[in-house]
C-alpha cells in the first residue's frame, strides 16, 4: 500500500509539472501573464485536491482486490 507521504510526494510534482502547462496556455492564449497565473492557481488547488482525493480512493479500492 503507498504511504500518505507518498501520495503527496506524487501530487505536488505531477501539480508543478500540470501547473506549468496550465500557466503557459493560459498565458499565450491571452496574452496576459496575469491570466495565466490566475488560472493555474484556480486549477491547481481544484485539482490538487481531486489528484490527492482520486489516489487515496484507488489504494482503498486495490486494498481488496490483492
Known sequence: MVSYKNTIVKTV???IIATSITI???WYV???WRFGLTVGGIDTVL???GY?????I?????KFEQ
Open 13 to 15: 510534482i505531477w501539480r
Open 24 to 26: 503557459f496556455t493560459g
Open 30 to 32: 491571452s496574452g496576459d
Open 47 to 49: 485539482k490538487t485536491i
Open 52 to 56: 490527492f482525493s482520486y489516489e487515496r
Open 58 to 62: 484507488w489504494q482503498k479500492h486495490n
